[in-house]
């Protein structure tokens, strides 16, 4: 269980933790302030700290992606490849990515993104934004991602996660019974 969506530092990383979430993550108070995820890999320890990562791509970035913050409502210029490996370095444990422009869609993930992103980092990725189904959360794994994050297709009901897992499995993907 992931705790985040506001986690600035100070009380909340250990109000989050105390109050049951094995992870904290984090995206716009760690761009703000890069420490932040050293400070709270020292205390808590890497495993539990998430950078979440909400990329976009546009025409004047095209074939490169930046970092969204503020929940997709603001832009910077940061490369969200080379975000990813400095949180990486600062301690984050985990990566999850999010394609803002797939994000919602149902027209699968960034795969040349999961790709660079995967390649550029040690630690786990987990590929979110885009899935209709379960090619799609398949294509993800084989483009380098550890996991996949998908809802709209569970809260729609075309799928169960038991069938995805199904799916998964019959194309070899190590899956928890």
């Known amino acids: 269980m992931r705790g985040g969506g506001g986690a600035r530092g100070g009380a909340e990383p250990p109000r989050l933790l105390d109050s049951g979430a094995?992870?904290?993550?984090v995206n716009t108070a760690a761009v703000a302030h890069p420490d932040l995820i050293t400070e709270c890999a020292n205390l808590f320890g890497a495993q539990c700290i998430v950078i979440a990562i909400d990329a976009a791509e546009?025409?004047?970035t095209l074939g490169r992606w930046v970092v969204r913050v503020r929940s997709g409502t603001g832009t910077t210029t940061i490369d969200a490849v080379a975000w990813a490996r400095r949180a990486a370095e600062l301690g984050a444990g985990e990566v999850l990515l999010t394609s803002w422009d797939r994000d919602g869609t149902r027209s699968g993930y960034?795969?040349?993104l999961t790709r660079a992103v995967s390649g550029a980092v040690s630690i786990p990725v987990i590929a979110s934004g885009g899935a209709a189904g379960p090619e799609d959360l398949f294509q993800a794994l084989a483009a380098g991602a550890d996991a996949v994050l998908a809802a709209s297709i569970f809260h729609d009901g075309e799928h169960s996660i038991a069938s995805i897992k199904?799916?998964?499995?019959?194309r070899g993907v190590e899956i928890r019974a």
């Open 22 to 25: 094995d992870k904290i993550g």
């Open 58 to 60: 546009s025409a004047e």
């Open 110 to 112: 960034d795969l040349p």
């Open 166 to 170: 199904r799916y998964l499995a019959a």
